[in-house]
T-cell receptor, first 112, second 113 residues
Framework: DGGITQSPKYLFRKEGQNVTLSCEQN?????MYWYRQDPGQGLRLIYY???????QKGDIAEGYSVSREKKESFPLTVTSAQKNPTAFYLC???????????FGPGTRLLVL | QKEVEQDPGPLSVPEGAIVSLNCTYS??????FMWYRQYSRKGPELLMY????GNKEDGRFTAQVDKSSKYISLFIRDSQPSDSATYLC?????????????FGKGTKLSVKP
């Protein structure tokens, strides 16, 4: 089955800890995105990548980092610099030349 | 300014009702419009995608775009309890920041049996 997978479904972070959220797609899409969703806030873009080994900051990149070493994978690291990390994190991908984005199931990050 | 405004609801309707969900947008340069459905604690699912003004129909769903008024709508006919979800409208721009979408905050819909 083609699609986008995110893991884990739930993630707990301790104070001062970096955590990494996984996003994998087998849709052969070039572009991948990370969003953060908070209640009442809608989707906010953290980082996006249109091609392997290249990525750009979105609207709320501070406290986050990404890598794009493979076309299929776009992991997001929530660093200790992100002071309010509790949120629902969504990964998406889109094919080249298309505006439509397809989302994964999400990871819920909670702070202990 | 790039914004998509959407009434957050919640909107509650009886089963079988016609539902109208609406968004307004400010940036005319963004020419593509999408509707996503998001069930609780799940990722958004693409429902409808349209570029031109007018109506696009897919089963019980109709997407309508009025570029002169900067108004987009999603109509759901014969609504079902399984339609209960949050509906997100989105606006996209081809070229420049290709693939970047501007999302509304979502309207929560509840269809009562």
């Amino acid at each position: 089955d083609g699609g986008i997978t995110q893991s884990p479904k739930y993630l707990f972070r301790k104070e001062g800890q970096n955590v990494t959220l996984s996003c994998e797609q087998n849709l052969n899409h070039d572009a991948m995105y990370w969003y953060r969703q908070d209640p009442g806030q809608g989707l906010r873009l953290i980082y996006y990548s249109q091609i392997v080994n290249d990525f750009q900051k979105g609207d709320i990149a501070e406290g986050y980092s990404v890598s794009r070493e493979k076309k299929e994978s776009f992991p997001l690291t929530v660093t200790s610099a992100q002071k309010n990390p509790t949120a629902f994190y969504l990964c998406a991908s889109s094919p080249t030349g298309k505006e439509t984005q397809y989302f994964g199931p999400g990871t819920r990050l909670l702070v202990l | 300014q790039k914004e998509v405004e959407q009434d957050p609801g919640p909107l509650s309707v009886p089963e079988g009702a016609i539902v109208s969900l609406n968004c307004t947008y400010s940036n005319s340069a963004f020419q593509y419009f999408m509707w996503y459905r998001q069930y609780s604690r799940k990722g958004p699912e693409l429902l409808m995608y349209t570029y031109s003004s007018g109506n696009k129909e897919d089963g019980r769903f109709t997407a309508q775009v009025d570029k002169s008024s900067k108004y987009i709508s999603l109509f759901i006919r014969d609504s079902q309890p399984s339609d209960s979800a949050t509906y997100l409208c989105a606006q996209g721009n081809y070229g420049g920041s290709q693939g970047n979408l501007i999302f509304g905050k979502g309207t929560k819909l509840s269809v009562k049996p």
